[in-house]
């Protein structure tokens, strides 16, 4: 009956690495959504998965951020050639189907030096 | 852009006290509003959803309330508790089909005085 959880709790790379964030829903949970949270401001949305179909995709900020979920559970966030502005808090969120309340993950905290 | 404000961006109060935050948003195409608290370095707890159709929803001692035709959601929280010092953030969903993302206000922190 675990709620949603993400791994790394803390993840810190140099500027130009790849880094992979993962989540995982609550169990039967068929909405995944993806989003970024800078320092003192509420999350921005990235992306949302209806089982494992990406179905919007608007907010990734640039072609550097992949996100998928290829067997409509575990989800992962990808950044590519990591930038100091890529600095955030990422968090994830599930729910139970169209229109239902979101449940958030504690989030995953990236630091790129 | 934000879309949603909330003000104040901080609230200190006495423990005790009743208080109401608010939470207001440009469009009026709104499917439902969702209210949460961050505790600091925390994901986010979800407290009420209120649907478009709703005029309020109560849990406890919140009570969230929305007023479409002015574009308001308020947060009311009786009997303020020490415990209840955090960050709330509001956040709603448009109406257009299959737009299911929330857009977040960047949220009001509270500190309740002992």
């Known amino acids: 009956g675990a709620g949603v959880s993400q791994s790394p709790r803390y993840k810190v790379a140099k500027r130009g690495q790849d880094v992979a964030l993962r989540c995982d829903p609550i169990?039967?949970?068929?909405?995944l959504f993806w989003y970024q949270q800078a320092l003192g401001q509420g999350p921005e949305f990235l992306t949302y998965?209806?089982?494992?179909?990406?179905?919007?995709k608007s907010g990734l900020p640039s072609d550097r951020f992949f996100a998928e979920r290829p067997e409509g559970s575990v989800s992962t966030l990808k950044i590519q050639r990591t930038q100091q502005e890529d600095s955030a808090v990422y968090l994830c969120?599930?729910?139970?189907?169209?229109?239902?309340?979101?449940?958030f993950g504690p989030g995953t905290r990236l630091t790129v030096l | 852009k934000q879309e949603v404000t909330q003000i104040p961006a901080a609230l200190s109060v006495p423990e005790g006290e009743n208080l109401v935050l608010n939470c207001s948003f440009t469009d009026s195409a709104i499917y439902n509003l969702q209210w949460f608290r961050q505790d600091p370095g925390k994901g986010l707890t979800s407290l009420l959803l209120?649907?478009?159709?709703?005029r309020e929803q109560t849990s406890g001692r919140l009570n969230a309330s929305l007023d479409k035709s002015s574009g308001r959601s308020t947060l009311y929280i009786a009997a303020s508790q020490p415990g209840d010092s955090a960050t709330y953030l509001c956040?709603?969903?448009?109406?257009?089909?299959?737009?299911?993302?929330?857009?977040f206000g960047t949220g009001t922190r509270l500190t309740i005085i002992p």
């Open positions: 209120i649907q478009s159709s709703q």
């Open positions: 956040a709603r969903r448009i109406s257009n089909f299959g737009n299911e993302k929330l857009t």
């Open positions: 998965f209806q089982n494992e179909a990406q179905l919007d």
């Open positions: 969120a599930s729910s139970p189907g169209l229109g239902r309340e979101q449940f």
């Open positions: 169990s039967g949970h068929v909405s």
